[in-house]
Nanobody, 123 residues
Framework: QVRLVESGGGLVQVGGSLELSCAASGRTINEYAMGWFRQAPGKEREFVASISWNGVSTSYGDPVKGRFTISRDNSKFTVYLLMNDLKPEDTAVYYC????????????????WGQGTQVTVSS
């Protein structure tokens, strides 16, 4: 069973940047699409970004397009989310996810979830 562990969250000011990491252990993730979701207090979980198994195809939720970049390093079994120009509405717990659908995307089934890392953007 794969285990996903997020890191890199924290407190940042408006307009700042953070890079989240998701390290996988237990088995390879190289055949699977990976992604990020987030959930703010009182709100539903929201798709943020995904990346295909080979890193060729990416997808982003509308609120983060142009500001966030997802990437992966299959040699390290790690996925990244670079977040630029952060806004207060980006405040949420960010979850790393794995999909058995190799392409990913907002409609793909995400079967494995990490425990999440908190991102707080202060104004």
């Amino acid at each position: 069973q794969v285990r996903l562990v997020e890191s890199g969250g924290g407190l940042v000011q408006v307009g700042g940047s953070l890079e989240l990491s998701c390290a996988a252990s237990g088995r390879t993730i190289n055949e699977y699409a990976m992604g990020w979701f987030r959930q703010a207090p009182g709100k539903e979980r929201e798709f943020v970004a995904s990346i295909s198994w080979n890193g060729v195809s990416t997808s982003y939720g509308d609120p983060v397009k142009g500001r966030f970049t997802i990437s992966r390093d299959n040699s390290k079994f790690t996925v990244y989310l670079l977040m630029n120009d952060l806004k207060p509405e980006d405040t949420a717990v960010y979850y790393c996810v794995e999909s058995r659908a190799s392409g990913g995307g907002p409609g793909a089934p995400y079967d494995v979830w990490g425990q999440g890392t908190q991102v707080t953007v202060s104004s």
